[in-house]
């Protein structure tokens, strides 16, 4: 089966630009994560999802930031207008309420680069 | 709520010394805890996790860890570390029995491996 699959995989912008990012989770999960991970502030969980509906946003840093999952294979997270702080590697995970409890599969990173 | 504390954030040792990183965790409820390891440009992946039962737990790649309750800790140890084993390592928490699997991360150890 394949993991999650994240893309872009590497995405250079400039401030003021619209960014998205894309999951497809692992097929049959029911939960999908959004983490932000910087040098300075480490693994943020942004947002969660269960069964394509959004459990917990607190993480998400600004109204800049917006997620959604329309359906159980597809979700997008969207930042705009972007900034510079915004810099970091995004991952996406995605785990199953009736499998091993608590493991995240995690997907390769979208590194966002903003100038 | 729950937290964990990676003690050192940079470990160094020698090919074939004994590896030990440093997790204390805060949990107000029964936690499940994890170790999770990163290599360079890619997600995070499962070394070992622990849930209920026995408190040593094995994972890949020659790891272990005990949980300790009177401690609060759930260090991570390898006998003879390879330089194959130089990433970066997470260990993570998270609430048994609820929360969705989400879960805390620590703030990394990265591990090198030298000759």
């Known amino acids: 089966d394949a993991g999650v699959i994240q893309s872009p995989r590497h995405e250079v912008t400039e401030m003021g630009q619209e960014v998205t990012l894309r999951c497809k989770p692992i097929s049959g999960h029911d939960y999908l994560f959004w983490y932000r991970q910087t040098m300075m502030r480490g693994l943020e969980l942004l947002i969660y999802f269960n069964n394509n509906v959004p459990i917990d946003d607190s993480g998400m840093p600004e109204d800049r930031f917006s997620a959604k999952m329309p359906n159980a294979s597809f979700s997008t997270l969207k930042i705009q207008p972007s900034e510079p702080r915004d810099s970091a590697v995004y991952f996406c995970?995605?785990?199953?309420?009736?499998?091993?409890?608590?493991?995240?599969?995690f997907g390769e990173g979208s590194r966002l680069t903003v100038l | 709520a729950q937290s964990v504390t990676q003690l050192g954030s940079h470990v160094s040792v020698s090919e074939g010394a004994l590896v030990l990183l440093r997790c204390n965790y805060s949990?107000?409820?029964?936690?499940?805890l994890f170790w999770y390891v990163q290599y360079p440009n890619q997600g995070l992946q499962l070394l070992l996790k622990?849930?209920?039962?026995?408190?040593l737990v094995k994972g890949i790649n020659g790891f272990e860890a005990e949980f300790k309750k009177s401690e609060t800790s759930f260090h991570l140890t390898k006998p003879s570390a390879h330089m194959s084993d130089a990433a970066e390592y997470f260990c993570?928490?998270?609430?048994?029995?609820?929360?969705?699997?989400?879960?805390?991360f620590g703030t990394g150890t990265q591990l090198k491996v030298e000759l």
């Open positions: 949990s107000s409820v029964p936690p499940y």
């Open positions: 622990y849930t209920t039962g026995a408190t």
């Open positions: 993570a928490v998270s609430a048994q029995g609820g929360g969705g699997n989400k879960l805390t």
């Open positions: 995970a995605s785990s199953s309420q009736t499998g091993m409890a608590g493991e995240l599969f």
